[in-house]
Structure formats: structure tokens, C-alpha cells
């Protein structure tokens, strides 16, 4: 086995590669990926301005296509990476989902879970955050600063 394939920071750039398909086509730049026995069974980017919907977050987009994978309304002993901590509603969609981990990259002080809803995640869900933290910061930076210089 290579070293680090199935790492926290492996399934993070996958799910940066996902935020990079969000900032290429102007949304939020989130990614995010399911994990279920170290093998990615979904991926999904922000699609809110794409699907004229604001439920159309990464996370809910990929928890939706895990389950439909998978066939079930449950992910026990699956895992989110997300490259932005989630916020209220996608962290109730991973309490419904009952994903065994959420892992995260940047924290988002404003509008991400821990401020807003620090219990919204389920009680047995292990979380970790911080990971590619940076990358994942610059990104949605970088996105911003766009955005402020087009307008």
C-alpha cells in the first residue's frame, strides 16, 4: 500500500479538486467527497447559482449521491471531506445522513456550524478539522477577491 493513499490530506485534495470545479464556473468554491472503506463513492462542488438552488451545497450534493451509491438513507461508516466547515444546514444533513466522520479544511467563523450550532452534528460523529486548511482558505479567498475586483 502507498503511504498516505487513503490519508485525511489524500481525500482533502480530492475534495479541493471539487472546489476548484466551483470556482472555475464562479460558485463558492466547496468541495466535498464520501468516503466509505477508504474508497470515494461521491463528489460533488457547489451549485447554487448553477441549479438556482440554495440547498445545492457541496456536502448535501454528495451526502445525495453517496446514499443514492449506496442505495440507503444512512451513511454509518462513511466519512465527509469537505473543504469548508459546513454550515447549519449541511451540518444537519450529515446529523440525518449519520456519517461516522465530518472532516474539514477551513473553519468558516461566520457562518459555519460551530458559531452558528455547535450540536447540529450527530453525537457519535468524530470530527476533524484543519485539514489542508490553508489551501482550502486561499481558495475561497482568492474567490472573493474575484468577485470584489468584478464588481
Known amino acids: 500500500m502507498i503511504p498516505g493513499l487513503h490519508s485525511d490530506e489524500a481525500f482533502m485534495k480530492e475534495a479541493l479538486k471539487q472546489a476548484q470545479y466551483a470556482f472555475d464556473e464562479n460558485e463558492v468554491p466547496v468541495g466535498a467527497v464520501v468516503v466509505c472503506d477508504n474508497k470515494i463513492i461521491s463528489r460533488a462542488y457547489n451549485q447554487v ?12 450534493l454528495a451526502i445525495t449521491a453517496a446514499e443514492n451509491y449506496l442505495g440507503t438513507k444512512y ?3 462513511c466519512k465527509l471531506y469537505v473543504t469548508l466547515e459546513p454550515c447549519t444546514m449541511c451540518a444537519g444533513a450529515t446529523y440525518w445522513s449519520q456519517l461516522d466522520a465530518v472532516i474539514y479544511g477551513a473553519s468558516d467563523p461566520k457562518r459555519g456550524y460551530t ?8 453525537p457519535k460523529a468524530k470530527v476533524t478539522h484543519g485539514v489542508l486548511a490553508e489551501a482550502c482558505s486561499q481558495l ?12
Open 140 to 151: 475561497v479567498t482568492d474567490f472573493f477577491a474575484r468577485m470584489r475586483n468584478k464588481g
Open 115 to 122: 458559531a452558528l450550532a455547535p450540536k447540529a452534528l450527530h
Open 75 to 77: 451513511l454509518t461508516g
Open 49 to 60: 447559482e448553477k441549479l438556482n438552488d440554495v440547498t445545492a451545497h457541496a456536502e448535501v
